[in-house]
């Protein structure tokens, strides 16, 4: 396969790279899956992104989903799984002060 070199945003590749090491995946391949994912979903009319969003709020079952929202949804599930938001840190630190006002150590 040949290969060639492309420029992308700092942003971005750092995205891709998060993503590639929380699904096992080489920076390129996981880049090759959204690719892939892009193109289910431009050619795919049965696909409704808001159905996958509702899956992701726990609105709807998985299983009510299609094929191609069902991969949408595994590639959005674990992004979210591998970011924390600064509520969740902010909760964590809280809970380790208090944990160390009660006596217990690290």
Do not use: C, P
């Not at 396969?1 to 390129?28: C, G, P």
């Not at 591998?82 to 006596?103: I, P, R, V, W």
């Amino acid at each position: 396969m040949a290969h060639k070199t492309i420029r992308i945003d700092e942003s971005i590749f750092k995205t891709v790279q998060s993503a590639s090491i929380l699904n096992s995946r080489s920076v390129s391949g996981q880049l090759a899956h959204w690719v892939n994912i892009g193109r289910i979903i431009e050619q795919s009319a049965g696909f409704d992104m808001s159905r996958v969003k509702a899956a992701l709020r726990a609105e709807i079952a998985l299983d009510d989903l299609t094929a191609d929202e069902t991969e949408v949804f595994h590639e959005k599930f674990f992004a979210q799984m591998g970011e924390t938001s600064q509520e969740s840190e902010d909760f964590y630190a809280k809970l380790g002060e208090q944990a160390k006002a009660l006596g217990y150590s690290e």
